[in-house]
């Protein structure tokens, strides 16, 4: 068990669809992420939230919007995405963005866009 | 680009010791030595982390070189559980707000029966 939850943990959507992936932490964190992991190779940064605050965006195309509305939820929206958007997209967070503290990770949200 | 090297695979006999290593030539003072795993359909679990001297806690012991170019997960009694992928990861002590997380292609350990 994570104390990371994901929700869904899996997802099929159209390509003119809009969606919502969650995340959620009560471990008191105030930095979140989100991850973006193709089949058979390493996560690759996506967002960084700090206290809420978006700090970093990995240059990741508009159709991905993130979203923190408190310190223990972090969203992912999405609309318009291609097919080549499926993978699995996991959500960390830990105690700040600048301590030497690791990450704690969710199981992910594998997504596949027809 | 990450700033470790891994070997691509790794064997190791289930119960035996499984030692993973990783280069990191260019670490700064100020930068940890991280290591996660990632079991299949899992998302990625700390391991352990380090500055210069060796640690040990209840999963693995990480030890580092002298030099701090490189070091060495020890999985004292590997389980098939341990299979999964191990990256090795540097990061500095304070982060500024443009520092990241990177993973390597990490090292992917089969424990064998």
Not at chain 1, 4 to 19: A, D, F, I, S, Y
Not at chain 1, 26 to 55: D, I, N
Not at chain 1, 62 to 89: G, I, K, V, W
Not at chain 1, 96 to 105: A, I, L, R, T
Request: with cysteine; proline share 7%.
């Amino acid at each position: 068990d994570t104390e990371v939850t994901q929700t869904p943990k899996h997802l099929v959507m159209g390509m003119t669809n809009k969606k919502s992936l969650k995340c959620e932490q009560h471990m008191g964190h105030r930095a979140m992420y989100w991850y973006k992991q193709k089949a058979k190779k390493p996560p690759e940064l996506m967002f960084v939230y700090s206290y809420e605050k978006l700090s970093i965006n990995e240059s990741v195309p508009s159709r991905f919007s993130p979203e923190c509305p408190n310190s223990s939820l972090l969203n992912l929206h999405l609309h318009a995405l291609q097919p080549e958007d499926s993978a699995l997209y996991l959500c960390a967070s830990s105690w700040d963005s600048y301590s030497n503290q690791p990450q704690h990770f969710g199981d992910g949200t594998r997504l596949s866009i027809l | 680009d990450a700033k470790t090297t891994q070997p691509t695979s790794m064997d190791c006999a289930e119960g035996r010791a499984a030692n993973l290593p990783c280069n990191h030539s260019t670490i700064s003072g100020n930068e940890y030595v991280y290591w996660y795993r990632q079991i299949h359909s899992q998302g990625p679990q700390y391991i352990i982390h380090g500055l210069k001297n060796n640690e040990t806690n209840e999963m693995a012991s990480l030890i580092i070189t002298e030099d701090r170019k490189s070091s060495t997960l020890i999985l004292p009694h590997a389980t098939l559980r341990d299979t999964a992928v191990y990256y090795c990861i540097v990061s500095p002590l304070q982060k500024t707000s443009y520092d990241k997380v990177i993973f390597g292609p990490g090292t992917s350990l089969s424990v064998i029966p």
